[in-house]
């Protein structure tokens, strides 16, 4: 039997074979969509991979609520959009019921779920937030238990200033008004609402939210043994497969690629960028030195790099230098100023690791960027480059970004040529003129950490570039043609 609550049918109780006196624990979610599901965790994650890990985070949650005791506890989701259903049975337990979220902001939702599921005839209902793959079963067990007990608000803090759950066995309205969601100060108001009502109020331990980088890179610590700071030692800690699963694939994904950094005189951000770009968790970071005259080369390397001299200057040549010395399935390139974001490496490398496309740009001009992180010349490079590719071949770019990524093997077909500064249009002609699969992301964009620009940074340079960029263009375009 299908359990829905709260459609525009007669409310279904819990299944054959569930007592109406077990506690309601319900997710309270929405069913992943790509573009639509756990948007904050991208960076450093696709809206792909955002919606996949939203469903394991849901499945996980499920399958641990389906661990309580069956004498205690029933398990629900409470879920938009409406229609979503058959997606969302796919991801819990046979015997959960669904209960359709409400209108208004959260307030509105939670006080309309928690009313939903109290009105289908238990004496209590819980509400967990779906961030939380790895909530231990022992704080679920306690807030069935502690809502069961009587009138009370039963919340597990998390480490954001917000909470995991709520429970209780009445529908107090209250609670939920005035209260800036998504904000550190929900769990104190929250408290104040039931103080005001002279509620009691039972606190639980704390656990934490996935919904940003950050706590993105908690899960991630969590998953490899290393259990948060937060964590009750006494309590034991609660597995999440699909989670792992889908880290443990990604981390596998960006073992396969090398980052090449071509450089010349960066010795001010290297350490940095390089510490930045291994946090990623790609397999290996590639420093050119392309004839510098400072300490670049020997910060690189203290920071984990590998270090590839190329001492005739060129950035083509430092690139081809970087790509011959790699040995990842797949090559990314990216500026050794810190102006390139290394949150967007997945991003950029993921179609290509799962084959929907064979070249995938960041295109700076479509994402965020830093005031002043790119010259007026920069941006009016990337257009014009952007009009001639699309008039000659059809393709359609902003930008000539130097984070961008290939198969090594599809890199090494391309027969790139280009020494100097048109390495990164010959790169975005051959792969036009070759028919294969393009993609442009926007990617956020800051400005240098330090040292000067070797281009965009004073106007004579950018001039020679500009010049060059233009000549490259019209020379290819003509090769091309002929071959």
């Not at 997710?27 to 948007?39: A, D, L, R, V």
């Not at 001639?388 to 359609?396: M, P, Q, S």
Request: charge should be neutral; hydrophobic fraction near 40%.
């Amino acid at each position: 039997m299908d359990r829905t609550i709260g459609k525009t049918v007669p409310a279904q109780g819990p299944e054959k074979g569930q007592p109406m006196g077990t506690v309601a624990v319900a997710i309270i979610c929405k069913t992943p969509i790509p573009g639509k599901s756990k948007t904050r965790l991208s960076p450093p994650l696709r809206p792909a991979e955002c919606a996949a890990i939203s469903a394991c985070f849901i499945q996980d949650l499920a399958s641990t609520i389906g661990g309580l005791d069956p004498a205690t506890a029933a398990g629900y989701a409470v879920y938009t959009p409406e229609g979503s259903e058959a997606a969302l049975r796919r991801l819990l337990p046979g015997k959960f019921g669904l209960v359709l979220q409400g209108e208004g902001d959260l307030g509105d939702r939670l006080h309309k779920g928690i009313t939903d599921l109290l009105a289908a005839g238990h004496p209590g209902a819980i509400l967990v937030n779906s961030d939380s793959p790895t909530l231990p079963r022992a704080i679920l067990q306690a807030a069935v238990d502690a809502t069961a007990a009587g009138d009370r608000v039963v919340l597990c803090p998390a480490v954001d200033g917000g909470y995991t759950l709520i429970g209780l066995s009445q529908a107090h309205r209250h609670l939920f008004d005035d209260i800036p969601w998504s904000t550190d100060v929900v769990f104190r108001l929250t408290l104040e609402r039931a103080k005001e009502m002279d509620l009691p109020v039972v606190v639980l331990d704390p656990w934490y939210d996935i919904d940003d980088a950050s706590s993105y890179a908690t899960l991630e610590a969590e998953m490899a043994g290393k259990r948060p700071a937060f964590a009750n030692p006494a309590t034991p800690p609660q597995d999440a497969p699909a989670t792992r699963r889908f880290l443990a694939h990604r981390r596998a994904t960006l073992s396969d690629v090398s980052i090449v950094i071509p450089c010349l005189n960066e010795e001010e951000p290297i350490a940095e960028v390089v510490r930045e770009v291994l946090a990623q968790g790609v397999g290996e970071v590639i420093v050119v030195d392309n004839g510098s005259t400072d300490r670049t080369a020997e910060l690189a390397a203290a920071a984990g790099a590998r270090v590839v001299s190329q001492p005739v200057r060129g950035y083509g040549r430092a690139c081809a230098s970087g790509v011959a010395a790699a040995n990842g399935d797949i090559i990314c390139f990216m500026d050794g100023d810190g102006s390139d974001v290394p949150d967007f490496i997945a991003a950029v490398v993921g179609p290509i690791a799962d084959g929907t496309a064979d070249f995938v740009m960041g295109s700076r001009i479509r994402g965020k960027r830093e005031p002043r992180s790119m010259t007026p010349q920069q941006v009016l490079a990337g257009k014009l480059a952007g009009a001639l590719l699309r008039a000659t071949y059809g393709v359609r770019f902003t930008d000539m970004s130097p984070l961008r990524a290939m198969r090594a093997d599809r890199l090494a077909a391309l027969g790139m040529r280009e020494e100097t500064y048109g390495w990164n249009l010959e790169m975005q002609m051959r792969v036009a003129a070759g028919g294969l699969r393009c993609l442009e992301i926007p990617v956020d964009h800051r400005c240098r950490r330090g040292g000067e620009s070797k281009v965009s940074g004073n106007l004579v340079a950018g001039m020679k570039a500009g010049y060059k960029i233009t000549t490259t263009f019209l020379r290819l375009a003509l090769a091309l043609r002929k071959s």
